[in-house]
């Protein structure tokens, strides 16, 4: 019976304790890597996609433009380009949410077809202010055959 009350008296404690300890908390964020991601409708003939922003373009599948310049070697690029079954495209940042994007139609040659920039309007989705969080971009339409 003694130790009951011991165990009752230390969680009594410890809950009474928590509102102060909160106080202490140093207010960091979490360590989460958002990916933020763009849908890409993408209309017309050509073999492959590129995608530039801060100066920085994917790699090709077709060959790629002689003007996309590429990450250092050994570092990442700043995002991912992917064709999804329903013949979407997405791009993914995977460090920050870019504020313009520039998109490339290329032929099987890798020579540019069509090229258009995108000013991209970034809305959080969750998270807070101070830490950020996920965010959402509408969905780009990107017409291959305009140029």
Do not use: I, K, N
Not at 3 to 15: E, F, I, K, W, Y
Not at 50 to 71: K, R
Not at 76 to 99: I, K, Y
């Amino acid at each position: 019976m003694l130790r009951m009350t011991r165990t009752l008296a230390l969680a009594a404690a410890g809950v009474a304790l928590l509102p102060a300890l909160a106080g202490c908390s140093s207010g960091a964020c979490p360590a989460v890597a958002y990916l933020y991601s763009v849908d890409v409708h993408a209309t017309g003939e050509f073999a492959s996609l590129e995608v530039c922003a801060d100066g920085v373009c994917t790699a090709s599948t077709g060959g790629g433009a002689a003007e996309a310049v590429q990450p250092p070697e050994g570092e990442l690029p700043p995002f991912a380009l992917e064709r999804r079954s329903d013949g979407r495209w997405s791009v993914t940042s995977l460090q920050s949410a870019p504020d313009r994007l520039t998109l490339r139609a290329l032929d099987s040659d890798g020579a540019v077809v069509a090229e258009r920039g995108y000013e991209l309007e970034w809305t959080r989705t969750g998270g807070s202010e101070q830490c950020g969080g996920p965010m959402e971009t509408p969905a780009l339409d990107f017409d291959a055959t305009a140029d």
